[in-house]
């Protein structure tokens, strides 16, 4: 058998009532509610389990809720033996890799991405930024895009997702212009995507700023399993990098495609996506179907997993 990665998801992944099978199903998983809780003073759980669909949306509530979710699915795969050789994590998906791999406590992250989410919706007036995802153009040609459809302004390319998908993001009017060059360069799809702030472009230097701050004040420490960055899409195992990568991921694009071009050339043939959904399962099929995409997000798809990595092993020529 290869080599094995966890991967973690980022914003846009959230539902209503995720990770209440998990907390159910595992005394570690309901273990990290629990911390969740303490740390931010109220109570996560009811945001997972319970709030409306409105309320876990905002960016403050998002962030933290993805964040426990995963984190509650890692510790049930850790609590059986399940080690991956390499994490990596979708945006703010960066601090479960990093609480996985043993660099950053749970509690100081779970405050972190609560402030990262309110500095993110902070840092631009409501309506005067906006994302739009771009289908079925190379990630080159939109780049080129968006410095034609500048104009002044700002637009680039924020989340080099597959070869198929680039998400941009800037100020509202450039993206709109964007947008309709794309169409015309024929692009399969072209839409304003429905985000609360436009992420990962130089709009959010006000964020990045505030949560530098808080960065350098929280303690990293050497990472026990090797992560690949947002940033750089290379593997880093200090917890001075990790903090650097996290400052400059504010307002730098995610290389999530050079990222797992990476883990591959590694020698990762398994990759689990861990925590809710099932978006970068999705966008591994565009990046190589040759490897094999599984998630573990309940108890249900836990147990598929570790089935399913228990058939590989024992099927592996090296056992």
Same mark, same amino acid.
């Given at each position: 058998m290869g080599k094995l990665a966890f991967l973690f998801p980022g914003q846009g992944s959230q539902y209503c009532g995720m990770g209440r099978d998990l907390a159910e199903a595992f005394a570690e998983s309901r273990q990290v509610f629990d911390q969740a809780n303490a740390a931010l003073g109220f109570s996560m759980s009811d945001m997972c389990y319970t709030a409306s669909l409105e309320e876990l949306k905002q960016t403050e509530n998002t962030q933290p809720?993805?964040? %426990?979710?995963?984190?509650?699915?890692?510790?049930?795969?850790?609590?059986?033996?399940?080690?991956?050789?390499?994490?990596?994590?979708?945006?703010? #998906?960066?601090y479960s890799a990093l609480v996985a791999a043993g660099g950053l406590d749970f509690s100081a992250a779970v405050k972190l991405v609560r402030a990262?989410?309110?500095?993110?919706?902070?840092?631009?007036?409501? #309506?005067?930024?906006?994302?739009?995802?771009?289908?079925?153009?190379?990630?080159?040609?939109?780049?080129?895009i968006c410095k034609k459809a500048a104009d002044h302004e700002v637009v680039? @390319?924020?989340?080099?997702?597959? @070869?198929?998908? %680039?998400?941009?993001?800037?100020?509202?009017?450039?993206?709109?212009?964007?947008?309709?060059?794309?169409?015309?360069?024929?692009?399969?799809?072209?839409?304003?995507?429905?985000?609360?702030?436009?992420f990962h472009c130089a709009l959010m230097a006000p964020a990045q700023k505030r949560l530098e701050q808080d960065l350098r004040a929280a303690n990293f420490t050497a990472l026990k399993i090797p992560l690949i960055t947002n940033v750089d899409a290379e593997?880093?195992? %200090?917890?001075?990098?990790?903090?650097?990568?996290?400052?400059?991921?504010?307002?730098? @694009?995610?290389?999530?495609?050079?990222?797992?071009?990476?883990?591959?050339?590694?020698?990762? %043939?398994?990759f689990v996506e861990v925590g809710p959904g099932k978006v970068l399962s999705g966008l591994m099929r565009q990046i190589d179907r040759s490897v094999r995409s599984l998630n573990v997000e309940d108890a249900a798809s836990f147990q598929a997993t570790i089935d399913k990595i228990a058939q590989l092993r024992a099927e592996s020529p090296e056992n």
């Open positions: 809720a993805i964040l %426990t979710v995963s984190v509650a699915a890692y510790r049930a795969l850790e609590k059986r033996g399940v080690k991956p050789d390499f994490v990596a994590g979708h945006s703010l #998906g960066e990262r989410g309110r500095y993110m919706q902070e840092a631009v007036p409501a #309506g005067e930024g906006a994302m739009a995802a771009i289908l079925g153009l190379p990630p080159a040609e939109v780049l080129e680039s @390319p924020a989340n080099l997702n597959s @070869p198929e998908q %680039t998400v941009i993001s800037g100020n509202a009017a450039a993206v709109k212009r964007a947008v309709e060059i794309a169409s015309q360069s024929g692009a399969k799809r072209a839409v304003i995507l429905p985000v609360s702030a436009p593997a880093i195992t %200090t917890g001075d990098e990790a903090r650097e990568a996290l400052i400059r991921q504010v307002t730098s @694009p995610v290389r999530w495609l050079d990222s797992v071009h990476e883990m591959i050339e590694s020698g990762v %043939t398994i």
